[in-house]
């Protein structure tokens, strides 16, 4: 095409065409594509139909739609107005919410260079995401890919406090490398912008410049959460029910996320609980599911349902009770697994590998006095180190799926088989059970991080 259909040096002409795309399929976008023959057509919809072909249907995008040839650059895709492109799915979910189907995937990263560049603002990371052309089509698993229809586009640009954070993530994953760990770095580390793993499995690993160890090919991305926030309120503009801790954006220029937060819980430590019920008015008992959650709104100051930037970011609260001693009184459970699912799974792809990979957990500790009373004891940011993800949880998972296989139900990995990480029944009662691949009726089970682990991991005062 000799003359575009937009200008390309103006971030709104790009956008006003682009509202060309809503409400049509990728299939449409091909069929309009006059410069296509019979003959090219029929091995384009071949090609671009194939499941496997991943971010084939942004390509169809730039290449049929914008008529730019496609690129591995370093620089935004319209480079002469700054916009990137992205092409990025979403689905509906059975009660009719709105989510992101996955992470928004920026750049690679390379070990060998990108530690260079200290400042976020000058590297090729914030090209990518500062001015994004966001155009989201609906996943739907039984339809062909070509089917899928374009509903929303949008020009968007990082809200000022987002970014404050992104620039602190990205200093996480840079100062990493720069320390010769790059081998331990993992998306739980930051809170939006992530370092996903990127390759086929774990044999894709690269050098990195300051340790001789390889490292997983990993990429620079927006993480699923941050996704689905930013769908429902920025683009969507769905009613607000969620309220930030962060009410200026000012306050993390000095401070991170997790330190502005965690600053918000030190005054109330070593305070009874009971007087704590009290003091923010929670209704229900104190070992109710909720009162931690509730408690943790009351010291945070948020009314609100939902907290903002635990939304974004992936956090979830968990409530660890500890004996006079300091030892905790239960292991942590996790999601019940559905034995038909875990077999077919590969480690890198698994339900478990996605959960403690891509989750930052904020520890609510309490602890029982020496005269019974219960106190809050401290908070804490934790996730799971890389080194024990891929080691010895890896090969707890990995025996868990081969006993599944052989059928031995009743003798899944047990408590005093690792130091990490155990197999037990997670269920009601015995009638609470899922379908195994032979058709009987198991009884739930899920897995649970032992006692001396969290113990471990939670620390000194």
Known sequence: ??????????????????????????????????????????????????????????????????????????????????????VTPYILKSKGET??????????????????????????????????????????????????????????????????????????????????????????DTNYLGACTKGVNKNSLKKQPFSNKEAMQRAFCLKKPYMTYLLNNYILNKEDKYEPVIKDA????????????????????????????????????????????????????????????????????KAIRLNSKGMPEECMSFPAFKYTEIVKENWIDSKLYETFSTTKYLFIVYQYTHDGKLILKKAKFWNVPEKDLNTEIKRVWEETQKRIRNREYDNLPRITESPILHVRPHAKNRKDTYPTVDGEQVTKKSFWLNKSYIKQQIGGE
């Not at 090609?47 to 650059?73: A, T, V």
């Not at 819980?265 to 931690?292: A, H, M, V």
């Open 250 to 317: 000012n306050i993390l220029k000095e401070n991170t996320l997790e330190e502005y937060i965690i600053s918000k819980f030190k005054p109330y430590y070593n305070q009874d609980i009971q007087d704590l019920k009290e003091k923010f008015n929670i209704k229900c008992g104190i070992s109710s599911k909720s009162f931690t959650y509730l408690l943790a709104k009351g010291m945070l100051e948020v009314v609100n349902k939902r907290i903002e930037e635990f939304e974004k970011a992936n956090i979830k609260i």
């Open 99 to 188: 989510v992101a189907k996955e992470r928004l995937v920026l750049t690679i990263i390379n070990y060998m260079k990108d530690y260079k560049e200290e400042n976020f603002l000058k590297s090729h990371v914030y090209k990518k995401c500062s001015l994004m052309l966001l155009i989201y089509y609906l996943y739907e698993p039984n339809k062909k890919r070509l089917d899928y229809s374009i509903d929303y586009i949008k020009l968007f640009k990082l809200p000022k406090k987002d970014l404050e954070i992104i620039e602190k993530d990205y200093k996480i994953i840079i100062d990493k490398i720069k320390n010769g760990k790059a081998e331990e770095i993992s998306e739980g």
């Open 1 to 86: 095409m000799n003359k575009l259909p937009y200008t390309k040096n103006s971030k709104e002409s790009i956008e006003k065409y682009a509202f060309n795309l809503k409400e049509k399929t990728f299939k449409d976008v091909l069929l309009n594509d006059s410069s296509i023959t019979e003959e090219e057509m029929e091995e384009l919809l071949k090609k671009y139909n194939n499941p496997k072909s991943k971010g084939s249907l942004g390509q169809l995008i730039e290449k049929h739609f914008f008529y730019y040839d496609i690129n591995s650059k370093s620089e935004a895709d319209f480079k002469e107005a700054g916009v990137e492109l992205k």
